[in-house]
């Protein structure tokens, strides 16, 4: 089984700041990492997936994240935050062979003008 | 290409009645998958549907069921509501199933129960 820890539930930052979501998992055998986002009632898009290959992975609207193995993280990271980026956003595991995603319990990011 | 569509949007039922929701896949895919959203539980597993079978089922009582027909559309049924139950309830389809293939998810029922 999986799980997945998202260590902040509400992340505020300043408008053109960097920001760093946390998210940590544990799994018994290899894993695919996502990280999704969701906007006021709204259902969750696809940020960025890693599947394989390369540990840095970028995605859309600027966002990256990088697995760590070691450390069993894949900590979501923006340079420079936009006040459209303020959602939630969900880490989510999938076991190697599974069917279902996991997913951790979010975190609020809050953009401030 | 249509997105994951989902019907009603909004539900309002009484504890002890039943509800069925809707899911349109993406033209194409093949998998829909189901998940129950709440403040307190966050997003959890409900089953996935592949080619009319059930391939998987999370930790939910037989209250809540699903199927899938030929034409990948799925329909989730929840008897014998409870408070509860009360959530957003999302779909998201896949082409295939139990490979890492990119989940598209729909907007979400959200089902109220008084």
């Known amino acids: 089984a999986q799980s997945v820890t998202q260590l902040d539930s509400q992340v505020p930052v300043f408008e053109e700041a960097p920001v760093e979501l946390r998210c940590n998992y544990s799994?018994?055998?290899?894993?695919?990492l996502f990280w999704y986002v969701q906007y006021p009632n709204q259902g969750l898009q696809l940020l960025l997936k890693?599947?394989?290959?390369?540990?840095l992975v970028k995605g859309i609207n600027g966002f990256e994240a990088e697995f760590n193995k070691s450390q069993t993280s894949f900590h979501l990271r923006k340079p420079s935050v936009h006040i459209s980026d303020t959602a939630e956003y969900f880490c989510?595991?999938?076991?190697?062979?599974?069917?279902?995603?996991?997913f951790g319990k979010g975190t609020k990011l809050s953009v401030i003008p | 290409k249509a997105g994951v569509t989902q019907t009603p949007r909004y539900l309002i039922k009484t504890r002890g009645q039943q509800v069925t929701l809707s899911c349109s896949p993406i033209?194409?895919?093949?998998?829909v998958s189901w998940y129950q959203q709440t403040p307190g539980q966050g997003l959890q597993f409900l089953f996935e549907?592949?080619?009319?079978?059930?391939?998987n089922k999370g930790n939910f009582p037989g209250r809540f069921s699903g199927r899938q027909f030929s034409n990948s559309r799925s329909e989730m049924n929840v008897s014998t509501l409870e408070l509860g139950d009360s959530a957003l309830y999302l779909c998201?389809?896949?082409?295939?199933?139990?490979?890492?293939?990119?989940?598209?998810f729909g907007p979400g029922t959200r089902l109220t129960v008084t």
């Open positions: 998201a389809s896949s082409i295939a199933s139990g490979q890492p293939y990119e989940q598209y």
């Open positions: 799994s018994s055998v290899s894993v695919y």
């Open positions: 890693y599947l394989s290959g390369s540990t």
């Open positions: 989510a595991v999938k076991g190697a062979g599974s069917y279902q995603l996991t």
């Open positions: 033209s194409g895919h093949r998998s």
């Open positions: 549907y592949f080619s009319e079978t059930q391939r």
